[in-house]
C-alpha cells in the first residue's frame, strides 16, 4: 500500500483548502488514517484522525472547529478540509496509516507514511 497526499497550496489567511490522502494498492485490513503536520523548525503534531468506519474522529485543540477529516472507503481517500486558514497552520501536511488502530493521535502508532504535501498561508 502506497499513500499519496495532495490539495495543499498557497492561500490567504481565512481562505480553505482540502487535502486528500489516496491509499493504493491491496489491503484487506482495515485502518484508522490520520493526518500530521511540521512546520519548519518544530517538531510533527497531531491534527485529526478518522477510523476505519468514520465514527471515530479525533481533532487537535488547535483545528477544531475549523478543519473537517472525513473518508471515502470505496475509493480508498481520506480528506482534510481546512477552513479559516491562519499563517501559523503553514506547514508540511503527512497522512499516515494505522492498521486495525481507531484514531489515536500518537504518531508512533501509525505503519504508513506519505510524502506531504505543502501548506502556505500568507497573512
Known amino acids: 500500500v502506497q499513500l499519496q497526499a495532495s490539495g495543499g497550496g498557497l492561500v490567504q489567511a481565512g481562505g480553505s483548502l482540502r487535502l486528500s490522502c489516496a491509499a493504493s494498492?491491496?489491503?484487506?485490513?482495515?485502518?484508522?488514517t490520520g493526518w500530521f503536520r511540521q512546520a519548519p523548525g518544530k517538531e510533527r503534531e497531531f491534527v485529526a484522525a478518522?477510523?476505519?468506519?468514520?465514527?471515530?474522529?479525533t481533532y487537535a485543540e488547535f483545528v477544531k472547529g475549523r478543519f473537517t477529516i472525513s473518508r471515502d472507503n470505496a475509493r480508498n481517500t481520506v480528506y482534510l478540509q481546512l477552513n479559516n486558514l491562519k499563517p501559523e497552520d503553514t506547514a508540511v501536511y503527512y497522512c499516515?496509516?494505522?492498521?486495525?488502530?481507531?484514531?489515536?493521535?500518537?504518531?508512533?502508532?501509525?505503519?504508513?507514511w506519505g510524502q506531504g504535501t505543502q501548506v502556505t498561508v500568507s497573512s
Open positions: 494498492g491491496r489491503t484487506r485490513r482495515t485502518y484508522a
Open positions: 478518522i477510523s476505519w468506519s468514520s465514527t471515530i474522529t
Open positions: 499516515a496509516l494505522d492498521f486495525g488502530g481507531e484514531a489515536v493521535m500518537d504518531f508512533r502508532d501509525y505503519d504508513l
